[in-house]
């Protein structure tokens, strides 16, 4: 038998298992279909409805609503909108602040930093004043006589801040008009802090006197009371102090003259070269402070 030979008979044989083989396997199944087709084939073969097939965008959303929110996240959340809220007041009042500023003309900020300058230089009067005080008693040969007419003009002083005796000088007036009965008593104390804050000395509002201690408030129907004493419009303020800083300390912008202007009050600063203000406290004694010298 030749090698060709050989070699047919061999393939024969293979052929021949080769076909004995796929006589015993099963049929070739075709590729797995999905699983989402395989439970709706089930189901229609078990007489139920199929459910309609989910898309990603769908599992998405179920996968985020409705929201599951912990404790721990829930506090962290009314924290942090606390914190904005605080900022956004914060930015707001600033702008509110700034606006004015932002808003005024050259003159107005010039005159605005001149009044600063002349606050910062009554301070630095008064402490030289106090310095000047004290080298003159430590150089005094009648040390005693010194501090006694020291004693008397520190009287004097403080009995015109305190209203027991009355006081003249240069100063202004300022005259409001209320004739819609919109000016309020924290306008008018405003209008007193920026007074005091521009160095005034001694101060009158419609006979009454303005002393540390004075309180303003609104009267039942209408108007305001100072100290108890109710006072009628046009509201009237005989103010001593130095007139070149008193009266653009009323007239910055967003200030007392504005404000007021702003409730359809009619509002006149005058400058006056002497004011008389006469209008005197009782003086009281303290119920029980003393003096630690007693």
Do not use: C, H
């Not at 996968?63 to 924290?79: E, F, K």
Request: net charge negative.
């Amino acid at each position: 038998m030749t090698d060709n030979d050989k070699n047919d008979a061999g393939d024969k044989q293979a052929e021949a298992g080769e076909n004995r083989l796929r006589e015993e396997l099963p049929e070739e199944v075709s590729a797995t279909p999905s699983e989402a087709s395989d439970a709706q084939t089930v189901k229609v073969a078990a007489g139920e409805e199929p459910e309609p097939s989910v898309t990603g965008r769908q599992r998405l959303v179920k996968g985020l609503w409705p929201p599951r929110v912990t404790r721990a996240q829930l506090i962290v959340a009314l924290l942090l909108f606390g914190l904005g809220f605080g900022l956004a007041v914060q930015v707001a009042s600033t702008s509110d602040n700034d606006g004015a500023l932002r808003g005024a003309r050259q003159e107005d900020l010039v005159r605005i930093l001149d009044e600063l300058d002349d606050r910062t230089q009554r301070l630095e009067d008064e402490k030289q004043g106090l310095e000047d005080q004290r080298t003159e008693l430590e150089n005094s040969s009648d040390q005693a006589e010194e501090a006694r007419k020291q004693t008397v003009e520190k009287e004097r002083q403080l009995g015109i801040l305190a209203g027991t005796v009355a006081a003249q000088g240069p100063g202004i007036t300022l005259t409001i008009e209320d004739t819609k009965g919109t000016v309020e008593a924290d306008m008018l104390l405003d209008a007193i802090q920026e007074l005091r804050a521009a160095g005034a000395e001694a101060i009158q509002v419609n006979g009454v006197r303005v002393v540390a201690g004075t309180f303003l408030a609104d009267e039942d129907g209408g108007g305001v009371s100072v100290d108890g004493n109710k006072i009628d419009t046009p509201y009237r303020f005989k103010v001593i102090g130095k007139p070149q800083d008193l009266e653009p300390a009323l007239n910055i912008p967003g200030g007392v003259v504005q404000t007021l202007e702003k409730e359809q009050a009619t509002v006149t600063v005058e400058r006056v070269d002497k004011i008389v203000v006469d209008a005197l406290r009782a003086a009281k004694r303290p119920d029980y402070a003393r003096s630690s010298s007693e």
